[in-house]
């Protein structure tokens, strides 16, 4: 809901608002953050229209859905708090994002629940920080447990998110730390390691360090990488039991590269699910038949000198045909470890 305080609901410096044309609904500009005037500025700052500019002044300390007018060509706009969707689809980007609602479509595959009765924290990673529209529909989801926490209170939940490209990590940031007044920037930590293993890698040795044996830490973790298939190891590793593992990707083909690494490197992952996201306004799936399956070759094969049966991959939408989309999503969940008895007796997972 857009409701707030009226204290609060007032712009002011620091906010990016939408400014959408009063004749023409469908045009609609995103502002950078406003800001008052200085002393040493020719121009005020405003906010560059199709039918002229808007100073930030004639914004901010306005309520949301004032109308202003350009003071250069007289149209009115009407002026509000983005909502993600529209952060994310007007924000200059220097990364194809994972559109808002497809991202929390991912998310919710995820089936993410944090208890705050257990002792624990909750941490989740997120290794492609790009644009961070997907950091912002995770970091919704884990809010809540930190929103009444007190001021030096210990965070409940955290998403690290992770990217090797500085200048991708720092648009990110920037876009959490804007969007509705950084209202989730808390919630995230960010890093730039070179890959998102050298990172998880840090981390187990610190917990080993410490002499804590289980070192599992993660809640769960999101891949938006261009070859995910070389993370799962580690990722896995750092997976508790039965957390999720969420991979996207443009194509089904790194899906598949995915599994295969899973298979071959006997990683502790159950694949549950695969989904295309649909084109459109995004949010939209359909589930796909993702799996190796025997099949018998033909006659004039086995005459040939063929093997009687060969495995291969079957790839394709449970139904209807393959259409393209706005990418694929396969979840896994870590399996229970192989188990072995301690001195004391006890099971060790």
Not at 319 to 340: C, D, M, P, S
Request: charged share 25%; net charge positive; proline share 5%.
């Amino acid at each position: 809901m857009r409701c707030a305080s009226a204290a609060a609901n007032v712009f002011r410096p620091g906010d990016v608002v939408l400014l959408r044309d009063v004749l023409r609904p469908s045009l609609a500009i995103l502002s950078g953050p406003l800001r008052l005037p200085t002393d040493t500025e020719d121009k005020p700052p405003s906010v560059c229209t199709h039918r002229g500019e808007v100073r930030h002044t004639a914004i901010l300390n306005a309520h949301p859905r004032t109308l202003v007018k350009s003071h250069t060509a007289g149209a009115t706009f009407v002026v509000t708090f983005p909502t993600l969707e529209e952060f994310v689809n007007f924000r200059k980007r220097k990364t194809t994002p994972i559109y808002a609602f497809d991202a929390a479509a991912t998310v919710a595959l995820a089936d993410i629940h944090i208890d705050e009765r257990e002792h624990t924290v909750f941490e989740f990673l997120e290794a492609g920080t790009g644009h961070g529209s997907l950091t912002l529909a995770i970091a919704r989801i884990i809010h809540a447990a930190n929103a009444n926490l007190d001021k030096n209170a210990p965070r409940k939940a955290v998403l690290h998110s992770v990217d090797r490209n500085k200048d991708h990590a720092t648009y990110g940031v920037k876009n959490v730390r804007e969007f509705r007044r950084g209202l989730y920037a808390a919630d995230v930590d960010f890093h730039a390691p070179s890959t998102p293993s050298e990172y998880l890698q840090s981390r187990l040795k610190s917990i080993t360090d410490h002499g804590d044996s289980h070192t599992a830490f993660l809640s769960g973790a999101f891949l938006d990488l261009p070859s995910p298939e070389l993370e799962v190891e580690v990722v896995a590793r750092c997976l508790k039991t039965d957390c999720p593992l969420v991979v996207f990707a443009p194509s089904i083909t790194q899906i598949v590269d995915v599994i295969e690494a899973v298979r071959a490197k006997n990683i502790q992952l159950s694949m549950c699910k695969v989904v295309e996201l649909l084109p459109g306004m995004g949010g939209s799936m359909r589930e796909w038949d993702l799996r190796r399956a025997v099949l018998r070759n033909s006659p004039d094969r086995k005459e040939e000198g063929g093997s009687e049966s060969q495995e291969k991959w079957v790839c394709r939408p449970l139904v209807g045909e393959r259409i393209v989309g706005g990418g694929f999503v396969a979840v896994f969940r870590k399996k229970l470890q192989k188990t072995r008895r301690d001195n004391a007796g006890q099971l060790e997972r």
